[in-house]
């Protein structure tokens, strides 16, 4: 951690590398003794990444991240206002020319220079985003970093393979050439639940394609994104190209997506906030992404391992408190195997470690906040008040844990389909599961809610799998496994789930804009269709 430190020491008017809009002092975060800039006219703050520059926001408004581990503020950060996002889409704008027509393998060195960074610096930000999430460590170490800085390593190489078709002349005469070009300044907004991932998702495909970005991550999970911001700076992608702002969705998300100056919006988060986005963009016509709630179904057919599935679907509802947009949350047992997968599953639950997040033989940290552990609570509340049984958990635990976030690991069964907690997004620990006889049954329960994003089926037969990936409505569908997620493959929604792909050479679908060349080969003057308006000359 020492060596980590010294690289925060300022060093004139610069920090990390990053130039400060004033002389800024350092200040050690007490948690995790990472340092960030001190503003002294802002108490101590310069939470906003803009231009490569390191400034406090426009807001009077702080917001203090608090670590849902015990409860205390681990940094209280500004916030951006209007006039920090025109600044911000200003520096954008301004950065678009140079890095639009850089060379494909110049933006891909820059992303290879932060891959070697974000390596070399792996546990700072594995620290950090436990920090602010509650996540544990284990899981920060072994998933949402390495996964993050694989996503680095995909889009270097995917920026040298953009490519559009150079095709044939349809007509006889004109030589058709398709272009794909970067759609120009693109406002990101980021959620809470996999901060650091979330932003690499947005950022990458982005500036690989040669856009440049403003990007909002969740004003409760900003640090991590604003660390990237400096590495950015550091692999010597250009001021400007990439930008971040912390602060409210009302205020300084509103601010970005409304912008004139922002071609393209790319949402992540629930449904709700993602109608609002959409509408909102379509008053200036912009190219909207949107990557919102899910509700997995889990399908259990008859003839499935049944431990495979047990251990599947403990790792995949439970997975980072289950606050995860594809997690198992709904699991559907063919009859035979109902009993033994509930009590299997209910016994596999009652073995997860709740625990500190930084304590690596902790399986499940506490929620995000106290607000997701109210929300999640009063699910599973309303849900035994209308006569669902709680076979595992379905409380807030007391002793160490009570100063926490924390929400027991939790089983519910004799739920309706049409209830709420098997319709609505939880985003918690906890797993709904209900019997189906016939396959048709039992797929046409895992398609039956508003949501299509991610599901899997369970079988040892090979006809049963592929027909129920067929059927299954949802952007992924797993067979014999619930999860992992790659960066060469398209990650995201049907239905109210979203549309549009992070990940892959299919993000590039949303971050560019197709263009048709069209050249005459003739040389003519006067061409033949030239007739329809000139008569016959
Ligand atoms: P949220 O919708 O509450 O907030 C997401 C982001 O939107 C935050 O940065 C927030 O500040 C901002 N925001 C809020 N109101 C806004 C407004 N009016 N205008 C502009 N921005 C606004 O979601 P959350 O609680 O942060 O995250 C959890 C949700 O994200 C879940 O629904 C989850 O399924 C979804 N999610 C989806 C995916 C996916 O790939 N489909 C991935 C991760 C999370």
């Known amino acids: 951690m020492l060596g980590v430190v010294a690289q925060f020491v300022?060093?004139?008017?610069?920090?990390n590398g990053i130039p400060m809009e004033t002389a800024l002092s350092m200040r050690v975060s007490p948690v995790i003794g990472l340092r960030f800039p001190e503003h002294p006219d802002r108490g101590g703050m310069a939470h906003q990444h803009i231009g490569g520059v390191r400034t406090a926001g426009s807001l009077v408004e702080t917001f203090d991240v608090i670590d849902p581990a015990d409860g205390h503020v681990v940094e209280t950060v500004d916030q951006a206002g209007p006039q920090d996002v025109d600044r911000a889409v200003?520096?954008?704008?301004?950065?678009?020319?140079?890095?639009?027509?850089?060379?494909?393998?110049?933006?891909?060195?820059?992303?290879?220079?932060?891959?070697?960074?974000?390596?070399?610096?792996?546990?700072?930000?594995?620290?950090?985003?436990?920090?602010?999430?509650?996540?544990?460590?284990?899981?920060?170490?072994?998933?949402?970093?390495?996964?993050?800085?694989?996503?680095?390593?995909?889009?270097?190489?995917?920026?040298?393979?953009?490519?559009?078709?150079?095709?044939?002349?349809?007509?006889?005469?004109?030589?058709?050439?398709?272009?794909?070009?970067?759609?120009?300044?693109?406002?990101?907004?980021?959620?809470?639940?996999?901060?650091?991932?979330?932003?690499?998702?947005?950022?990458?495909?982005?500036?690989?394609?040669?856009?440049?970005?403003?990007?909002?991550?969740?004003?409760?999970?900003?640090?991590t994104s604003l660390l990237l911001a400096d590495d950015v700076a550091r692999a010597g992608i250009p001021a400007g190209v990439v930008n971040v702002l912390t602060g409210s969705g009302r205020i300084a998300g509103e601010s970005l997506i409304s912008h004139d100056g922002v071609r393209m919006v790319s949402f992540t988060g629930s449904t709700a906030v993602g109608?609002?986005?959409?509408?909102?963009?379509?008053?200036?016509?912009?190219?909207?992404?949107?990557?919102?709630?899910?509700?997995?179904?889990?399908?259990?057919?008859?003839?499935?391992?049944?431990?495979?599935?047990?251990?599947?679907?403990?790792?995949?509802?439970?997975?980072?408190?289950?606050?995860?947009?594809?997690?198992?949350?709904?699991?559907?047992?063919?009859?035979?195997?109902?009993?033994?997968?509930?009590?299997?599953v209910a016994d596999l639950m009652r073995t997860v470690r709740l625990g500190a997040p930084a304590d690596p033989s902790t399986d499940l940290g506490p929620l995000v906040s106290f607000k997701q552990q109210a929300s999640v609570a009063g699910f599973v509340d309303r849900a035994r008040a209308a006569g669902a049984r709680i076979v595992v958990g379905g409380a807030i635990p007391g002793g160490v844990l009570a100063k926490g976030a924390y929400y027991e690991p939790t089983l519910v069964v004799d739920a309706g389909q049409q209830s709420e907690i098997v319709q609505d997004e939880i985003f918690g620990p906890v797993l709904v599961v209900l019997p189906f006889d016939s396959d048709e049954e039992g797929i046409a329960l895992a398609n039956?809610?508003?949501?299509?994003?991610?599901?899997?089926?369970?079988?040892?037969?090979?006809?049963?799998?592929?027909?129920?990936?067929?059927?299954?409505?949802?952007?992924?569908?797993?067979?014999?496994?619930?999860?992992?997620?790659?960066?060469?493959?398209?990650?995201?929604?049907?239905?109210?789930?979203?549309?549009?792909?992070?990940?892959?050479?299919?993000?590039?679908?949303?971050?560019?804009?197709?263009?048709?060349?069209?050249?005459?080969?003739?040389?003519?003057?006067?061409?033949?269709?030239?007739?329809?308006?000139?008569?016959?000359?």
């Not at 179904?297 to 008859?302: I, Q």
Request: aromatic share 8%; hydrophobic share 40%.
């Open 10 to 15: 300022a060093k004139g008017r610069s920090v």
């Open 90 to 223: 200003a520096a954008a704008a301004a950065a678009f020319p140079e890095w639009s027509r850089a060379t494909p393998g110049e933006r891909s060195g820059a992303l290879n220079r932060l891959a070697a960074i974000l390596t070399e610096r792996a546990e700072d930000y594995a620290q950090l985003e436990t920090a602010q999430s509650g996540k544990p460590i284990k899981l920060t170490r072994e998933f949402d970093v390495p996964g993050s800085i694989d996503n680095v390593s995909f889009f270097a190489g995917a920026a040298r393979n953009l490519e559009g078709r150079a095709s044939t002349e349809y007509d006889g005469v004109h030589t058709s050439v398709i272009r794909r070009e970067a759609i120009g300044v693109v406002g990101s907004i980021a959620p809470w639940n996999y901060p650091l991932q979330m932003a690499m998702w947005k950022i990458l495909p982005a500036i690989s394609a040669g856009n440049t970005i403003v990007l909002k991550p969740a004003e409760i999970t900003p640090l």
């Open 275 to 344: 109608q609002r986005v959409m509408e909102t963009a379509a008053r200036t016509v912009k190219r909207v992404h949107l990557e919102l709630g899910g509700k997995a179904p889990f399908l259990v057919f008859d003839d499935a391992d049944l431990e495979a599935a047990i251990q599947g679907a403990v790792a995949g509802s439970l997975i980072n408190s289950g606050q995860d947009c594809t997690a198992a949350t709904r699991a559907y047992i063919q009859r035979p195997l109902y009993d033994a997968f509930v009590a299997g």
């Open 448 to 537: 039956d809610t508003p949501f299509g994003l991610a599901a899997s089926a369970w079988s040892r037969d090979v006809f049963r799998c592929l027909r129920a990936s067929r059927e299954i409505q949802a952007g992924c569908v797993w067979l014999n496994d619930h999860i992992p997620i790659v960066s060469e493959m398209p990650h995201g929604g049907f239905k109210a789930s979203g549309f549009g792909k992070d990940m892959s050479q299919y993000s590039f679908e949303e971050y560019t804009n197709v263009k048709h060349i069209s050249l005459d080969i003739t040389g003519e003057t006067h061409k033949d269709w030239h007739r329809t308006v000139f008569g016959d000359r």
